[in-house]
């Protein structure tokens, strides 16, 4: 069996990986038309910030180890052009035909602009990274501008003020992160106006005009489709690449995984697109599997994600209470603040929201904002979510206490039993 994975990052090299593990006769192959492979784009802000001091660190495993440890070949510089499934094959920017029996597209998404001056950035690409830091050693700018306020833009936002820079961040909504929650927005806007962001809400900007010495456009991503749907892929409601629950596009024989493609949400049941590493990751497990002849489902996305902003813990999962409203749930919310360990422990203090519907008790989602607290409720929370359970099935769980971690009600039990209260 011929297996050909295009993309050679997250979902590609997970696909590639698993298949390899299930069928050890297989040829695979993996193509990328980058020069670099295996690399977390996760870590580029702090690259910025200068936690990392070189791409390399970003790199988690080396090519030799997918091509000797894993028997898995590996082709950089190899853009594919063309998808021909009637015939089973691929071409490549050379004009280089390459025959598959089987194919995972894991081609990721890429910036939605294109920027036209020489002082905007992007942070999306390997190339990106190194550019943005190239000019920031060169030209030592003292005024950055950020076009975005997604987790991208407020980590690097976060990222240029730490190095010293007068940032201003623009975003054209009134809410940050995608949330559309006016709470957690607030509380974000305080933290980064605490470290001296200036917070433009509501104020679109033109990358290319907007005045600052450089300029970071995170104004979103479109995933990389194009090749594919016209090879016959249907698209799904969100634009991004239709998939059923095994990651097979409607090309038989052709799956996807990663920012390419959309999910099922496992709280709406409606077909999303949030790209994430966790989410390409877990989706090239299973695009690999199915492509190396198993029937494995993939059970859907919550859209749990966990992000720094100036030192604040964001971690957010499941529905906001507008966002449920919208899904035709009755949602109904509680805030609570709680420290997250004993105050002799110099406990800080987190902040958790639940949302649950009214009529059912089923928990919808939340959010958790704090220090080092924020990962373990979040994803407890991700946990319920994925059981179906109810508020009362959350107040009643068994949770870990000591007084270096946590406290005896945990924040997240708290804020469950207020929420029961209210229903
Ligand atoms: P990609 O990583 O985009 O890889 C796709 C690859 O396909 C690329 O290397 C591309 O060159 C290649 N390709 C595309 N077209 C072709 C073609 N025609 N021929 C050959 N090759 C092709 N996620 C988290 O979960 N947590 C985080 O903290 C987080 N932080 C992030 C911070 C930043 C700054 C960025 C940019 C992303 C972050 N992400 C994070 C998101 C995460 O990096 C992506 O979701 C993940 O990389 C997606 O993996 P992928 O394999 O689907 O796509």
Redesign the pocket.
Same mark, same amino acid.
């Given at each position: 069996m011929k297996l050909v994975v +295009?993309?050679? +990052?997250? *979902?590609?090299l997970s696909a590639a990986s698993r298949a390899r593990r299930l069928d050890p006769a297989a040829e695979i192959l993996v193509? @990328?038309?980058?020069s670099r492979?295996s690399w977390? *784009?996760?870590g580029? !802000?702090y690259l910025i910030e200068g936690q990392v001091s070189s791409m390399d660190e970003l790199v988690v495993y080396p090519r030799e180890f997918f091509e000797k440890e894993r028997n898995i070949r590996i082709r950089t510089q190899? @853009? +594919?052009?063309a998808v021909r499934h009637g015939a089973r094959e691929l071409i490549l920017a050379n004009g280089e035909r390459i025959p598959y029996d089987r194919l995972v597209w894991? *081609?990721?998404?890429r910036p939605a602009h294109r920027p036209h001056s020489e002082r905007v950035f992007h942070?999306?690409?390997d190339t990106d990274g190194e550019r943005l830091n190239g000019f920031l050693e060169r030209e030592r700018p003292r005024t950055a501008a950020v076009v975005g306020g997604g987790? /991208?833009g407020l @980590?690097?936002a976060t990222a240029l003020r730490a190095r010293g820079l007068m940032v201003r961040l623009f975003h054209d909504a009134t809410t940050l992160l995608n949330r559309e929650d006016a709470w957690l927005t607030q509380r974000v806007v305080e933290r980064l106006e605490q470290c001296g962001v200036e917070v433009r809400l509501n104020e679109p900007a033109d990358p290319d005009r907007v005045e600052a010495d450089v300029v970071i456009d995170a104004t979103g991503l479109r995933p990389?489709v194009e /090749?594919l749907a016209e090879a016959g892929a249907a698209l799904g409601r969100t634009g991004a690449l239709a998939v059923d629950e095994y990651q097979e596009t409607s090309l038989r024989g052709v799956f996807a995984?990663?920012?390419?493609c959309e999910a099922r949400h496992i709280v709406s049941g409606r077909a999303v697109w949030i !790209?994430?590493?966790?989410? *390409?990751n877990r989706m090239?497990r299973v695009a690999g599997a199915n492509a190396a002849g198993r029937r494995e489902r993939f059970p859907g996305v919550a859209g749990t994600? /966990? +992000?720094r902003v100036a030192g604040l813990g964001v971690g957010v999962t499941g529905l906001s209470q507008q966002q449920a409203r919208r899904e035709g749930f009755s949602p109904v919310e509680a805030v609570i603040e709680a420290r997250e360990r004993a105050r002799y422990f110099f406990g800080r203090r987190l902040a958790v929201q639940l949302v649950a519907d009214r009529t059912s008790g089923r928990l919808l989602g939340g959010a958790a904002l704090g220090d080092q607290g924020v990962l373990a409720r979040i994803d407890t929370l991700a946990a319920a979510l994925a059981a179906r359970m109810t508020v009362e099935d959350l107040a009643g769980l068994d949770l870990a206490y000591a007084p270096p971690y946590s406290t005896v009600m945990d924040p997240l039990l708290v804020a469950a039993q207020q929420l029961l209260r209210m229903l």
């Open positions: +295009v993309g050679g +990052v997250a *979902a590609g193509l @990328e038309k980058g492979i977390g *784009a996760c580029l !802000p190899a @853009e +594919v052009t894991a *081609a990721g998404a942070l999306h690409s987790y /991208i @980590e690097t990389n /090749i995984a990663g920012d390419c !790209p994430l590493g966790t989410t *390409a090239g994600s /966990i +992000v």
